[in-house]
């Protein structure tokens, strides 16, 4: 299996802040990484697919970078509404493997 | 607008069988490029992905647990069925059915909400 490492695991960030979530992957991928945000007894959301491209209706403050085994997703200018856990996904290889998570809270 | 649904029981007992059924709207499973997956969520814990199947029948499974999952689906009802065997109070956790399409580069895009399912005697 394909591991997925996220960092850091949780973060205090004011409104306004810009945010960077990492993730690595223990193989290369390629560009195949999606990026979810899950708030408290929600379903996750897809946020960002192919490292790259926002899925539609996101906000364009949500941005990933990123190939091989390293990936980002920056949150240019934090809302309250962006309080929550992110969680990045390889859909390389099965099993597609999500990482840990990454909780933003508020600072 | 696609929509899906995970139903199936609230409670079962160690070694039970669970079956889960992802009832679905918005798109058909016999449409070339459709998926349909599982991921469960323990409380408090990460996300795992447990099993897909696509349109064409081809089925993926987490190694981890492929011998005790069966993935399958009924067209002409829009769903898609998911059985664990031999269950265990670690199996206890949400799970959900969510939509993707096939090739490397999509995730899954629309999520049922989850149905929780607690293992215990």
């Known amino acids: 299996d394909i591991q997925m490492t996220q960092s850091p695991s949780s973060l205090s960030a004011s409104v306004g802040d810009r945010v960077t979530i990492t993730c690595r992957a223990s193989?290369?991928?390629?560009?195949?990484l999606n990026w979810y945000q899950q708030k408290p007894e929600n379903a996750p959301k897809l946020l960002i697919y192919?490292?790259?491209s926002l899925q539609t209706g996101v906000p364009s403050r949500f941005s990933g970078s990123g190939s091989g085994t390293d990936f980002t997703l920056t949150i240019s200018s934090l809302q309250p509404e962006d309080f929550a856990t992110y969680y990045c996904?390889?859909?390389?290889?099965?099993?597609?493997?999500f990482g840990q998570g990454t909780k933003v809270e508020i600072k | 607008q696609i929509t899906l649904k995970e139903s199936g029981p609230t409670l079962v007992k160690p070694t039970q069988t669970l079956t889960l059924t992802c009832t679905f709207s918005?798109?058909?499973?016999?449409?070339?490029?459709?998926?349909v997956g599982w991921i469960r969520q323990p409380p408090g814990k990460a996300l795992e992905w447990l099993a897909l199947?696509?349109?064409?029948?081809?089925?993926r499974y987490s190694p981890s647990l492929k011998s005790r999952l069966t993935i399958s689906k009924d067209t002409s009802k829009n769903q898609v069925v998911l059985i664990m065997t031999n269950m265990d109070p670690v199996d206890t956790a949400t799970y959900y059915c969510?939509?993707?399409?096939?090739?490397?580069?999509?995730?899954?895009?629309?999520w049922g909400q989850g149905t929780v399912v607690t293992v215990s005697s």
């Open positions: 996904q390889q859909s390389y290889s099965t099993p597609r493997t």
């Open positions: 193989q290369t991928i390629g560009s195949y």
């Open positions: 969510a939509h993707t399409k096939a090739g490397l580069m999509y995730g899954f895009d629309i």
């Open positions: 192919a490292a790259s």
């Open positions: 918005g798109f058909s499973l016999s449409t070339s490029g459709v998926g």
């Open positions: 199947i696509y349109w064409d029948d081809d089925k």
